[in-house]
């Protein structure tokens, strides 16, 4: 299977904890995207790259979050000191950026789902 | 602000019927939707997108639907069947800004 693909599938951690979370996007696919969804809402942008390079971050990510794709292949999102509130599904996707004037579709990996206890 | 609106959270449908899942959004700078099937633990699935220059888009039993001066959008599923069973959300991007903004959900029941 060559989709996205996210690890932990699950993480429990404690209040003032660090998590990391993974994303291996599509190989070749050069955009790389996180999104949080809550329960009964749809998935909200935090942050996505162009290869290495971090374009664009949502006013949701926090100063205890932190995104790399130090390669420009996989990425991480780190969450420092969780607390509740950051209890969701993290979802990753990527997209080949074919250029153009095209807007590129985006595939979803099955996500992290991070409880805060 | 609510910008890609599902006012439907829930429907349910006959078997072989046909599903219709309605989407409104309010940003005029949306010139490209998509639609996203969700099953349970898993990732949103694309399933069909129509850019803004377009009003219907198809793809074997599903058919887009794009009424820009209504701001409305429209998936219709033909016939419908039981793995269609999922949640579906709309989502919209402006053009050059690949950022989706995603609608709520409606969670589509089909009855066998």
């Known amino acids: 299977d060559t989709g996205v693909s996210q690890n932990p599938r699950h993480k429990i951690t404690k209040r003032g904890q660090n998590v990391t979370f993974r994303c291996d996007p599509i190989?070749?696919?050069?955009?790389l995207y996180w999104y949080r969804q809550t329960l009964g809402q749809g998935p909200e942008f935090l942050t996505y790259f162009q290869n290495e390079a971090q374009l664009e971050k949502s006013r949701l990510l926090s100063d205890r979050f932190s995104a790399e794709r130090p390669k420009g292949s996989f990425s991480t999102l780190e969450i420092q000191r969780t607390e509740q509130g950051d209890s969701a599904m993290y979802l990753c996707a990527s997209s080949p950026s074919l250029g153009g004037d095209r807007t590129d579709t985006q595939y979803f990996g099955p996500g992290t789902r991070l409880t805060v206890l | 602000d609510q910008q890609v609106k599902q006012n439907s959270p829930s429907l349910s449908v006959q078997e072989g019927r046909i599903s219709i899942l309605n989407c409104d959004y309010t940003n005029s700078m949306f010139d490209y939707f998509l639609w996203y099937k969700k099953y349970p633990a898993e990732g949103p699935t694309f399933l069909i997108s129509?850019?803004?220059?377009?009003d219907k888009n198809e793809d074997g039993r599903f058919t887009v639907f794009l009424n820009k001066s209504a701001k409305h959008l429209s998936l219709h599923i033909v016939p419908s069947q039981p793995g269609d069973s999922a949640v579906y959300f709309c989502a919209a991007s402006p053009f050059g800004n690949e950022k989706l903004t995603f609608g709520t959900g409606t969670r589509l029941t089909i009855i066998p």
């Open positions: 129509i850019s803004s220059i377009k």
């Open positions: 190989s070749e696919h050069n955009r």
